[in-house]
Nanobody, 122 residues
Framework: VQLQASGGGLVQTGGSLSLSCAASGLTFSSYAMGWFRQAPGKEREFVVVISGSGRTTLYADSAKGRFTISRDNAKNTVYLQMNRMRPEDTAVYYC????????????????WGQGTQVTVSS
């Protein structure tokens, strides 16, 4: 299984950024796909997860109203659109896959991508 995250970069406060995560080696539509982030010196933090069908999502409070997760099962890809970004969004963003129910806990995810750096300047 491989998860390849991309799309990170530098953006100004209030700006937008879109991340992608391409998956291979798994039956993509059978897996919930989540995004997590980790800032320097902090623990990995849940951002959002989407069910295999795409019909159900679960957002962290910090992401509600600003971030949108979506997926294209035909392309084995999950997306994270981030709007109205803040300096506190600065982190390495990881995509992850899990079977079963939608959960916020990183340890319940069996597969992880390599991460992509997102930096929001003030």
């Amino acid at each position: 299984v491989q998860l390849q995250a991309s799309g990170g970069g530098l953006v100004q406060t209030g700006g937008s950024l879109s991340l992608s995560c391409a998956a291979s080696g798994l039956t993509f539509s059978s897996y919930a796909m989540g995004w997590f982030r980790q800032a320097p010196g902090k623990e990995r933090e849940f951002v959002v997860v989407i069910s295999g069908s795409g019909r159900t999502t679960l957002y962290a409070d910090s992401a509600k109203g600003r971030f949108t997760i979506s997926r294209d099962n035909a392309k084995n890809t999950v997306y994270l659109q981030m709007n109205r970004m803040r300096p506190e969004d600065t982190a390495v963003y990881y995509c992850a896959a899990k079977g079963g129910t939608l959960l916020r806990t990183p340890s319940t995810y069996g597969y992880w991508g390599q991460g992509t750096q997102v930096t929001v300047s003030s």
